[in-house]
């Protein structure tokens, strides 16, 4: 089938690439976000989809709105076949939906329906899922409501970010699309409208929702921090500075104190909770690289009694 990509970040880069070694099937050009500004000097940097197109030798599309007109007129004198989208990060209006005879077909990770919308990954870590996975299905009007094509199951581990499953779904995920666009080139894979039960929201979270709460359980705070662990970043604050928390480990033998307070030894710094104590890895105060929270205790001189979150 003749091809037209859409998609932004890196974890869509894999499915290109999987599409792009395709015999089968010719991506014919990518649609990917406008540049954007990044890095201290705030320069406009391509989306890695847009750098890898340009790699290929691929046609590449970054219209500000799917439904300019000038974007839509290009894409039909492309005329797809299939748009396969992975992440492309705008709402697609219904014309351009009619434009590839057989639709946009999203890759979409979580089992659907549960976890639609922008952070199912982060959703799934955060509400202590053990299964999840990635679906295929036809985009339609509603937000990922449309009937699916195939899905994969992936574990959630122990000591999962969002950052190490999503890498996984990613590249496990890139066959699941692949083998899609075959099935609906040889008419062996008919969509199955999704169940009307079960459907549950997973909407972009902010630096606020990153936020820990240390008088939630523990387990509450280690998924929070393995969820919002690369992005938007665990935090806290301490002395009225802004702590990340890169990684904390439950600390079920240690009853800790009062929410948030801080016992630092030599080797550990544990912090209390609604429940046990959790034990602090790696954090990064403001300004500052990643360290060891043993070390990032010693220079600031915690004091007995001190605790995070103010």
């Not at 339609?140 to 449309?146: A, F, K, N």
């Not at 606020?208 to 921090?225: C, G, I, N, T």
């Not at 790696?282 to 205790?297: E, I, S, Y």
């Amino acid at each position: 089938m003749r091809l037209v990509f859409a998609g932004t970040p890196e974890v869509a880069v894999p499915a290109l690439d999987a599409l792009l070694a395709s015999d089968r099937h010719e991506v014919a050009a990518v649609i990917t976000r406008p540049d954007a500004p990044a890095g201290r000097g705030r320069r406009l940097v391509a989306s890695p989809v847009a750098e890898r197109a340009a790699e290929a030798g691929i046609e590449i599309l970054r219209p500000e709105r799917p439904r300019d007109p000038g974007f839509q007129e290009r894409l039909r004198a492309l005329a797809p076949d299939c748009c396969p989208v992975v992440a492309y990060g705008a709402l697609l209006p219904k014309p351009a939906l009619g434009i590839p005879r057989h639709g946009w077909v999203n890759l979409h990770f979580s089992l659907l329906p549960a976890w639609r919308g922008a952070a199912p990954v982060q959703h799934a870590v955060m509400a202590g899922d053990e299964v999840t996975g990635a679906s295929t299905f036809l985009i339609e009007e509603g937000l990922d409501s449309g009937p699916v094509f195939g899905v994969l199951t992936e574990e959630i581990r122990p000591q999962d970010t969002s950052g190490d499953l999503l890498t996984r779904l990613a590249l496990a995920g890139a066959g699941l699309l692949a083998a899609t666009m075959d099935g609906i080139e040889d008419g062996t894979l008919q969509a199955v409208p999704q169940p009307t039960e079960g459907v549950t929201l997973a909407p972009k979270l902010t630096v606020d929702d990153a936020a820990v709460d240390w008088s939630a359980p523990a387990l509450a705070v280690h998924r929070r921090v393995r969820a919002c662990t690369p992005a938007p970043g665990a935090w806290t604050t301490f002395r009225g500075e802004r702590l990340k928390l890169r990684q904390v480990t439950p600390a079920p033998d240690r009853a800790g104190g009062a929410p948030g307070e801080i016992e630092a030894g030599k080797q550990h710094v544990h912090a209390g909770t609604g429940s046990h104590a959790v034990e602090l890895e790696w954090v990064q105060p403001q300004g500052k690289k990643p360290m060891r929270a043993a070390d990032w205790a010693r220079g600031v001189r915690v004091e007995p009694g001190e605790r995070l979150g103010g």
